[in-house]
């Protein structure tokens, strides 16, 4: 009997029957193999580690065919153990396409459509301005002021919670649970990943210390579930009724909502827009400093639409192509989840000509799509006029694509959309954003490079974060005090 051998699509050869590709790949080298592999084997490449098979995506065309035109197969996530040990498995983010996830993903889009979003900006403006005030008296700490604003917009909108200005207990609670995300969802962080059974085995095992990093991070994600929620329900119980997501979902009267829905709802909202936020914003300020020239131009633009003497806002966006331009720009240039969510085939597939096994994971390449030359020109330089036509116009490239795809696209862009904006043009508006100075008044260089977790980070940085002389510091604490 013959039987015809399927062909995968092309890829890098497996060092063993056994391994696969195991050992070519981990969490620190998983970019640079990525983008070593699609060059050299294509956009759709096939790999393998143990018995998993993963098919890495890096065209924004190859994208839409497998996650948007076949988003029947390709809108689930992949199974991981280690998330699972860890209780990691409870975001709706991660969860298998199905009924759990359906529900979820409702009462998600209905909070963050685009019609909701004005309900949000009071708080994004409050929390912008405060991280403005900051920035004026404690520059140097602004990574710091970054993950507050983060935070604190996140807990206000979904807890009706203020932050503590450091070490909040809940921003704790989150920062240490997210720090083990890598651990859990990277193929071979854990070995209980590729290998499931490992789990019987005992913590004395060699290779099973994953057990008590397990149990360590399931305390803290059981804390992350249930300790704010229980202080909406608290405050519900003594009459206050915040208008936030919590107590909007927990009084709702037209349907009974599960409790352990909204607790998995709300504690997605921080796990997947907290860090994703604080990257996208860091990034700003690297960008700026690293390209002063780009700042000076969105300056020009903002002063000569808005003028020196009020702070911009949500309604002068649409006025603002050049920030809008730089606003795309920065999602393109560091991509905030450079290999997005992983999605994974519920059936098995063909794709030109080649065979999709079932289960297969499918890792969206966003960075190589970022970095298309046919698409972008010098990809590595920040240039926003590459988003702007002749007429200064903005072109039809709205870098969606970078909050994924499909089925599963990020139904909190639009939020993390204003969130952004408003942080960049308000710090564009009233800082210089500089390299530091050596001891000869030169200029330093700047090229910390990036971290290579899930979420990608700009390393430790610094720069000199300075008031514009043009602009009249009074007023602006005034008005910052008006609106706060
Ligand atoms: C600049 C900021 C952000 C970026 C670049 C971003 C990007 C992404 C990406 C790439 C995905 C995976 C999509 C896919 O699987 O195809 C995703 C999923 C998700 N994002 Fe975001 N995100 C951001 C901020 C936020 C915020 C602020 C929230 C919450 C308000 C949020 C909530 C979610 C959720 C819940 C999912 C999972 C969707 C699902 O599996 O159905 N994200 N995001």
């Known amino acids: 009997v013959v039987t015809q051998r399927r062909l995968y699509p092309p890829g890098p050869t497996t060092r063993s029957w056994i391994f696969g590709n195991a050992g070519d790949i981990s969490v620190e080298t998983q970019c640079d ?75 998600l889009q209905h909070h963050f459509k685009p019609d909701a979003m004005p309900s949000y900006h009071a708080i994004q403006t409050r929390q912008v301005n405060i991280m403005l005030q900051r920035l004026l008296t404690e520059p140097d700490e602004f990574r710091n002021h970054i993950r507050n604003l983060a935070g604190a917009i996140i807990m206000s909108t979904v807890y009706g919670y203020d932050i503590a200005p450091k070490d909040d207990p809940y921003v704790k609670i989150a920062e240490t649970a997210t720090s083990k995300l890598g651990e859990a969802m990277f193929p071979g962080a854990s070995p209980v990943n590729v290998l499931p059974f490992l789990r019987y085995f005992p913590d004395w095992f060699p290779g099973c210390g994953f057990h008590q990093s397990a149990r360590d991070t399931k305390v803290v994600i059981d804390a992350m579930l249930n300790e704010p929620i229980a202080s909406v329900q608290e405050r519900i119980k003594r009459g206050i009724n915040d208008p936030c997501i919590a107590s909007q979902l927990l009084s709702n009267q037209d349907v009974s909502i599960e409790s352990q829905v909204v607790k998995n709802v709300c504690s997605t909202i921080y796990a ?5 936020t604080i990257s996208a914003v860091a990034t700003f300020f690297y960008a700026m400093a690293n390209f002063h020239d780009v700042q000076l131009k969105a300056q020009t633009e903002i002063e000569s639409v808005i003028g ?99 089925r599963r696209i990020c139904p909190g862009r639009y939020f993390a959309s204003d969130t952004v904006w408003l942080s ?9 954003i500089q390299r530091k100075k050596d001891a000869f008044g030169n200029y330093t260089a700047l090229d910390s490079g990036y971290g290579t977790g899930l979420v990608a980070h700009p390393l430790p940085f610094e720069c000199t974060i300075s008031p514009r002389p043009r602009i009249d510091k009074q007023i602006i604490l005034d008005s910052i005090a008006e609106e706060l």
Request: proline share 6%; glycine share 4%; aromatic share 18%.
């Open 308 to 406: 020196t003497d009020r702070l911009p806002s949500f309604d002068d966006r649409a006025t603002l192509p050049y920030v809008e331009a730089l606003f795309r720009e920065l999602l393109r240039w560091q991509p905030v989840v450079p290999f997005s969510l992983f999605h994974a085939a519920s059936e098995e597939d063909a794709y030109n000509g080649y065979h999709i096994p079932k289960g297969a994971t499918i890792i969206p390449n966003i960075r190589a799509m970022t970095r298309d030359p046919s698409r972008y020109m010098e990809p590595e330089i920040f240039n926003p006029s590459r988003f702007l036509k002749l007429d200064g116009t903005l072109n039809d490239d709205d870098v969606q694509y970078v909050f994924g795809f499909g």
């Open 33 to 107: 193999r990525y983008t070593e592999w699609y060059r050299k084997y294509g956009d759709v490449t096939y790999f393998r580690i143990f018995k998993e098979h993963f098919i890495l995506v890096s065209s924004h065309e190859a994208a839409v065919e497998f996650f948007e035109k076949r988003s029947k197969n390709y809108s689930t996530r992949p199974f991981s153990m280690m998330a699972q040990l860890m209780g990691w498995n409870f975001p709706t983010s991660f969860k298998p396409y199905g009924e759990q996830w359906r529900a979820e993903r409702r009462l």
């Open 424 to 432: 960049i043009v308000r710090v564009l508006f009233l800082f210089d």
């Open 272 to 276: 997947a827009g907290y860090d994703t």
